[in-house]
């Protein structure tokens, strides 16, 4: 099985070996057909869970609270009070070390014991199964996660379907049974809201520390995921807003880095990856002389 924590290659893989599972269980029956195409039970979906309010319910332990004192100004007294939180606080690197384990076992223990085919990424988990078993590795992955005492959110579940959002992308395990393959495309709506924050960056004529790093964000987390390295160009200009610059004016390489985003989000096609039968072969369009 591949790693538990999420990327690109965990979804396909997880495909690719079940698909690989049934070819060698047709193989073993002579009556059966070839493992293409394939048998129609075999079709793919996948449902997402999302924890609630995650790093708040991983307790602080007593002896460490007192590194956990947050500080903040109140507006009704004028003057600054403190706080000692329950749970673990959003900012610092301990706490998500921390709150790490919690997904890593549970997502563990739901692969080993019971053979869910899950993975998670903070306080996200994906989830894939088929068709045929109507729900059954969620439900598995949902108790497991009530047993422990994690509370899932109700309101952010997704049930099992063939394309589900995940992570900022847009997974589709339909193309499986017709083609062997798994599409990943920009989550519905992505485009027309970059291109609108995009649009009204341009109308202004500025754009702030926030907006480069919100902006960016959104470029690097998505596009990479669909477009590949070329999605990573256009980034310099953004660091360098984020981290270093004092003026907020549009200079001439955030309007290139912009209109690259911009136009790699309307035109660049979903990236498909296959799952089992002949590999295409890459398109080379540059090659060094080398």
């Given at each position: 099985?591949?790693?538990?924590?999420?990327?690109?290659?965990?979804?396909?893989?997880?495909?690719?070996?079940?698909?690989?599972?049934?070819?060698?269980?047709?193989?073993?029956?002579?009556?059966?057909?070839d493992?293409?195409?394939?048998?129609?039970?075999?079709?793919?979906?996948?449902?997402?869970?999302?924890?609630?309010?995650a790093?708040?319910?991983?307790?602080?332990?007593?002896?460490?609270?007192?590194?956990?004192?947050?500080?903040?100004?109140?507006?009704?007294?004028?003057?600054?009070?403190?706080?000692?939180?329950?749970?673990?606080?959003?900012?610092?690197?301990?706490?998500?070390?921390?709150?790490?384990?919690?997904?890593?076992?549970?997502?563990?223990?739901?692969?080993?014991?019971?053979?869910?085919a899950?993975?998670?990424?903070?306080?996200?988990?994906?989830?894939?199964?088929?068709?045929?078993?109507?729900?059954?590795?969620?439900?598995?992955?949902?108790?497991?996660?009530?047993?422990?005492?994690?509370?899932?959110?109700?309101?952010?579940?997704?049930a099992?379907?063939?394309?589900?959002?995940?992570?900022?992308l847009?997974?589709?395990?339909a193309?499986?049974?017709?083609?062997?393959?798994?599409?990943?495309?920009?989550?519905?709506?992505?485009?027309?809201?970059?291109?609108?924050?995009?649009?009204?960056?341009?109308?202004?004529?500025?754009?702030?520390?926030?907006?480069?790093?919100?902006?960016?964000?959104?470029?690097?987390?998505?596009?990479?995921?669909?477009?590949?390295?070329?999605?990573?160009?256009g980034?310099?200009?953004l660091?360098?807003?984020?981290?270093?610059?004092?003026?907020?004016?549009?200079?001439?390489?955030?309007?290139?880095?912009?209109?690259?985003?911009?136009?790699?989000?309307?035109?660049?096609?979903?990236?498909?990856?296959?799952?089992?039968?002949?590999?295409?072969?890459?398109?080379?369009?540059?090659?060094?002389?080398?």
């Open positions: 099985m591949p790693n538990v924590t999420h990327n690109l290659k965990a979804l396909p893989a997880t495909v690719r070996r079940t698909c690989k599972s049934i070819g060698r269980q047709q193989a073993s029956d002579p009556d059966a057909p493992v293409l195409p394939l048998p129609e039970w075999c079709v793919f979906v996948r449902g997402t869970e999302d924890m609630k309010n790093y708040r319910q991983c307790p602080i332990a007593p002896y460490q609270r007192r590194c956990a004192v947050v500080a903040f100004w109140d507006e009704a007294s004028e003057q600054i009070q403190f706080i000692v939180p329950n749970g673990l606080p959003v900012g610092l690197s301990s706490p998500f070390l921390n709150f790490h384990r919690t997904p890593v076992l549970l997502t563990a223990v739901a692969r080993r014991m019971t053979g869910c899950a993975a998670y990424f903070f306080d996200d988990s994906g989830v894939v199964g088929l068709v045929a078993g109507h729900g059954f590795a969620q439900a598995i992955l949902r108790d497991i996660y009530s047993m422990a005492g994690a509370a899932l959110d109700p309101g952010k579940s997704q099992p379907a063939g394309c589900r959002v995940f992570l900022g847009s997974a589709n395990l193309l499986v049974s017709i083609g062997g393959l798994v599409e990943f495309d920009l989550k519905p709506g992505f485009r027309e809201s970059v291109q609108v924050e995009i649009d009204s960056v341009f109308e202004t004529g500025i754009l702030t520390s926030g907006q480069a790093a919100k902006l960016r964000g959104r470029f690097g987390w998505a596009a990479s995921g669909t477009c590949g390295r070329c999605s990573r160009g980034q310099a200009p660091v360098q807003r984020q981290y270093f610059d004092c003026s907020v004016d549009l200079t001439v390489p955030l309007q290139d880095a912009l209109l690259f985003h911009s136009l790699l989000a309307e035109h660049v096609l979903p990236r498909q990856v296959r799952t089992f039968g002949a590999q295409q072969l890459p398109i080379r369009i540059y090659s060094g002389a080398s």
